[in-house]
């Protein structure tokens, strides 16, 4: 593979690997939250109750975990990448994207920042995670849940269970899906999962602002010693005028837990290249 195939590759690695952190920036209206997701075709009445029965299942407690991931790009190009997952709860998210064993692409996210390094052409970019994100009130342990396919309350580092008096929960006869919604607003921002009538995580759609609404659709659960992480993540969205369609395809047979998992430091070498977030939006159009 020449060096022009590599330099690509790395671009887009980096660009996959920071596009989920772009999902919740892109957003916005006063609408009631709706969504497109797969919808269950079995009607049943799910009381608060049984909700939260349900939502136990998410509740395990963790602390470490690591978890191979494969991410697929399918616009503005079309590419896919494997990596790794390591994320301390509620502290840090790091990914990994490797190309024949080299490794490409690092983002990685604390409560405070987040730091991507594209290291083929020597280059990063870091910013305020709350800046980066739009001043979308959202911690580490929600981008932990979102990645995983798990509800949570935004802002809120306890389980959807724990929290499960600050949601309401809507019935659709027609289509046999529950819609968990919180019932408290946040600033311009509006979001909902869907479940089907067996309480199964579906989906979410995330409204800020003015813009698009972002689509997070998620994969069968596969259930570990934690509780259930989503076979795959994707996300729908625009920025700008470039459509984006990505997905994280997990590996949850292959996590690895608590003591098990060795954490990393990501530091910047100093001849790195610094570049602004509004630098990679610009990017995708020329993909």
Request: hydrophobic content about 40%.
């Amino acid at each position: 593979m020449n060096n022009r195939s590599l330099s690509h590759i790395s671009r887009i690695a980096l660009l996959a690997a920071i596009c989920f952190g772009f999902m919740l920036s892109s957003c916005g209206s006063k609408k009631q939250v709706t969504t497109t997701v797969p919808v269950s075709q079995t009607s049943v009445k799910v009381t608060d109750t049984d909700a939260k029965q349900s939502l136990q299942t998410y509740s395990t407690a963790w602390e470490r975990l690591s978890v191979p991931l494969t991410v697929r790009l399918r616009k503005p190009s079309s590419i896919s990448i494997s990596g790794t997952a390591l994320m301390e709860r509620g502290k840090s998210v790091t990914l990994s994207l490797r190309f024949l064993g080299m490794e490409m692409a690092v983002m990685h996210l604390t409560s405070d920042s987040i730091v991507a390094l594209d290291k083929y052409h020597s280059r990063y970019v870091a910013e305020s995670l709350r800046n980066f994100l739009g001043g979308v009130p959202v911690n580490i342990t929600n981008v932990q849940d979102l990645l995983l396919g798990r509800p949570f309350l935004l802002g809120s580092t306890r389980s959807a269970a724990a929290d499960i008096n600050a949601f309401e929960f809507e019935n659709d006869a027609a289509s046999g899906c529950i819609t968990m919604i919180p019932k408290a607003p946040v600033a311009s921002v509006e979001y909902g999962f869907t479940f089907d009538a067996a309480m199964q995580l579906l989906g979410l759609i995330v409204k800020v602002g003015n813009g698009e609404p972002v689509t997070v659709t998620y994969g069968q659960p596969e259930l570990t010693t934690f509780g259930p992480i989503a076979a795959s993540t994707s996300v729908a969205a625009t920025f700008g005028k470039t459509q984006v369609d990505a997905s994280l395809e997990w590996s949850p047979r292959k996590a690895k837990w608590n003591n098990d998992v060795k954490l990393r430091t990501i530091e910047i070498p100093s001849k790195y290249q610094r570049l602004s977030a509004s630098s990679l939006l610009k990017m995708f159009s020329s993909l």
